[in-house]
Nanobody
């Protein structure tokens, strides 16, 4: 199984980025997909999750209303659209796959390598 995250970069506060995570080696449409992030010196934290069908999504309070998770099962890809970015969103962002939709990190079977997002003030 491979999860390849991309789309990170440097952006000014208030700007936008779209992260992508391309999956291979698993039946993508059978897995819930999530994004987590880890800021320097902090533990990894949940950001957003989407059900296998895309019909259900959940967000961390810190990103609700600014970030949108979506998926394209035909392309085996999950996305994270990030708007109104803040310096505190600076982190390495990871995608993860699990059969069940959950916010609990240790339940995730597969992880991508991470992509760096840096938001300047």
């Amino acid at each position: 199984v491979q999860l390849q995250a991309s789309g990170g970069g440097l952006v000014q506060a208030g700007g936008s980025l779209r992260l992508s995570c391309a999956a291979s080696g698993l039946t993508f449409s059978s897995y819930a997909m999530a994004w987590f992030r880890q800021a320097p010196g902090k533990e990894r934290e949940f950001v957003a999750v989407i059900s296998w069908s895309g019909g259900s999504t959940h967000y961390a309070d810190s990103v609700k209303g600014r970030f949108t998770i979506s998926r394209d099962n035909a392309k085996n890809t999950v996305y994270l659209q990030m708007n109104s970015l803040k310096p505190e969103d600076t982190a390495v962002y990871y995608c993860a796959a699990n059969p069940l939709e959950t916010e609990t990190e240790y339940r995730y079977d597969y992880w991508g390598q991470g992509t760096q997002v840096t938001v300047s003030s």
